[in-house]
């Protein structure tokens, strides 16, 4: 695996607060008039149920104007960090978090942020000796938030809930549509026949088609082959994207394809990731098993 890229912290990170902002307890949603990004722990059910992976997830509320930057590739923020504590045989599975936005930034920097609201999560497995105990979980959530000016923050969130016994259909919660919310922008493997989202390689470029979409876009992981010209090179209308590599010595590109279509229809996302040829006139090959990057 290719080592992350050096992050280039511009002036506007430079002038960050001194410390970071105070820890908030996650219980209130939405955000304060002072806080740029509250954060709080839910769950999509009002009970877990023992025997079985639970959808809790982190909420972010961040004010107007306001970004965070997520597990990409970015040329001057740092990502987003949750460190779940949970009761012991407690654990939670690796997910795909929602797709980011691009940001562009005055000097040629590009940036992939999440704004607005988004949940986080964090697919939590219960063990069967919980049944009929109340848990507390709890999350340390870190991160940088910036508008015409950056800080760092980080809060402890936490929820209590009842355990019901295993086969327990618990009834949803009032939060139970922010997960909905979430699951349409998760990126999804791409299948390996009949996909609307094809990936090639033509003339030593990485060749996206989706026929029939109005648009497209590619946000790299961190780890990704280095792509030549991101910025302009990375977001294309219509339905062809080519991606062309700047690193010779580059062994794969990873990270996640979003297709907007024509008529109304809602966006997909897809998690690529493909080997690179060797140069020149790199091949098609196959892509890789896919990993999660994100949620450790």
């Known amino acids: 695996m290719l080592a992350a890229p050096k992050l280039q912290i511009v002036p506007l990170v430079l002038g960050l607060l001194a410390g970071a902002a105070p820890a908030q307890d996650g219980a209130a949603h939405g955000p304060a008039a002072s806080a740029p990004l509250r954060a709080s722990l839910v769950a999509e059910a009002r009970e877990l149920v023992a025997g079985r992976t639970n959808s809790l997830g982190v909420l972010l509320e961040l004010a107007d104007g306001w970004h965070t930057y997520a597990p ?13 504590e949970l009761p012991e045989g407690f654990a939670v599975r690796p997910a795909e978090w929602p797709a980011p936005q691009r940001l562009q930034s005055e000097g040629d920097l590009l940036d992939h942020v999440y704004a607005g609201r988004v949940l986080l999560p964090l697919p939590v497995e219960v063990p069967a000796g919980a049944a009929g105990t109340t848990v507390t979980l709890r999350v ?23 355990v019901a016994a295993a086969g327990a259909s618990p009834q949803p919660s009032a939060d139970a549509p922010l997960f909905a919310e979430a699951r349409a922008r998760t990126p999804q493997p791409l299948p390996a026949q009949g996909a609307p989202l094809s990936a090639a390689w033509e003339s030593g ?20 082959a280095a792509i030549a010209d991101l910025i302009r090179s990375g977001a294309s209308d219509g339905s062809r994207l080519a991606l062309a590599l700047s690193d010779d010595a580059a062994t794969r590109v990873r990270g996640v394809a979003e297709v907007r279509w024509a008529g109304g229809r809602a966006p997909s996302f897809y998690r690529l990731e493909v080997s690179v ?7 098609a090959r196959a892509p890789l098993p896919q990993e999660n990057p994100h949620v450790r």
């Open 140 to 162: 340390h959530v870190g991160w940088m938030v910036c508008r015409s000016a950056c800080q760092l923050g980080e809060a402890d969130v936490s929820l209590e809930l009842p």
């Open 72 to 84: 990409f590739l970015n040329d001057s923020g740092l990502p987003l960090r949750l460190q779940p």
């Open 277 to 283: 040829p060797s140069a020149p006139g790199r091949a």
């Open 205 to 224: 470029a990485l060749v996206l088609r989706a026929p029939g979409a109005t648009w497209l876009a590619f946000y790299p992981d961190a780890d990704t």
